[in-house]
């Protein structure tokens, strides 16, 4: 897998499109996991409240599919 492991639970089959950085994870979800905001398998901790930084990891590398846009 040449890209990031990370999947978003938005739409549930969206992979992150960044390059690996380590662990198969880019930097920025590296880093995530790092500061446990995500788990190993890249799911995201139910701890973390900050809903605007749960949204920020959610969709971090995502590009969605043609004709749909995310809300802002
Ligand atoms: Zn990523």
Known sequence: MSHCRFRTSWG???FC???VYLEG???FHYQALERGEINEAG???ERLSD???RREIN???IRPPEGIYLED
């Open 59 to 61: 969709l971090h590398g």
């Open 43 to 45: 799911v995201l901790h």
């Open 25 to 27: 994870f880019c930097k």
């Open 51 to 53: 809903q605007a930084r």
């Open 17 to 19: 499109q960044d390059p």
């Open 12 to 14: 549930g089959v969206l």
